[in-house]
């Protein structure tokens, strides 16, 4: 990808794609750190792509690029009622982010694990598509375009081993459905810890998702038009980082 194009510390283009979580449509973070306020090139050890001025925002990651700004939140049925949602898009806690063919145009799409056949299958408007591998492609008739599956492990991690294994194992990939083999031999639990937490996750309270991603949503191609909201590169980065303390 080319970095976020910024002029005086805003941001004018940028593409949209899902977050690495496929919880949230968002906008990749690789800019050119010297034209944000504030921005600092990154040690030389943090330099991936040639030019030492070109990194991600997150110093805590490495600098390394993420789909982190102007977050939509798919979880957030308040987004269902606004301009920007697109046809056939589904929001809720049951709504995912799943890529299409139409650069810049990914959806939130209602979603479910089926533990059965170990697969993410995604809804449509009652018509079911099903993902048995990571990135399979669909043509949806309703959607009138192609949908790219999202990682199986990224959004239905139960599918393979709870929690990771909670640090009290280690999951053995090698089998059809992979499965936690805990470092206690008696420990026969599925993901090697007591499930007495809550396993909801936890999105932003109803109409949270920034409003800059709504106007930002727009276009996909030229991100910020005449009369659009323009917000600094910098300026969002602190403001997720607020979101979420």
């Given amino acids: 990808n080319s970095p976020l194009s910024i002029r005086n510390g805003l941001v004018e283009d940028g593409v949209f794609f899902c977050d690495h979580s496929h919880r949230s449509i968002a906008m990749c973070d690789l800019v050119d750190v010297t034209k944000i306020s504030g921005g600092q090139v990154p040690p030389e050890k943090f330099s991936y792509f040639g030019n030492p001025n070109v990194a991600g925002l997150m110093q805590q990651i490495d600098y390394c690029p993420i789909s982190s700004l102007y977050n939509f939140y798919c ?23 799943v890529n299409t063919d139409e650069p810049g145009k990914p959806m939130c799409l209602k979603s479910r694990c089926n533990k059965v056949n170990n697969s993410v299958e995604v809804i449509i408007e009652g018509k079911i598509i099903t993902c048995k591998e990571d990135f399979e492609t669909h043509f949806s008739a309703v959607l009138g375009r192609t949908i790219e599956c999202p990682r199986k492990s990224a959004v239905c991690p139960d599918l393979f081993c709870p929690g990771n294994c909670a640090g009290r194992g280690v999951c053995d990939y090698t089998l059809q459905k992979p499965t936690c083999q805990c470092f206690d031999p008696d420990d026969t639990r599925p993901g090697c810890f007591d499930e007495h937490f809550s396993k909801e996750n936890k999105f932003p309270a109803p109409g949270e998702s920034l409003v800059a991603s709504l106007a930002l949503r727009s276009s996909s191609h030229t991100i910020c038009t005449k009369g659009s909201v323009i917000v600094s590169a910098f300026g969002t980065i602190l403001s997720i980082i607020m979101l979420f303390a």
Avoid: R
């Avoid at 957030?76 to 606004?82: C, G």
């Fill in 75 to 97: 979880a957030d049925s308040v987004n269902a009622d606004t301009k920007f949602a697109l046809n056939g898009e589904y929001f809720g806690s049951d709504s995912k982010c």
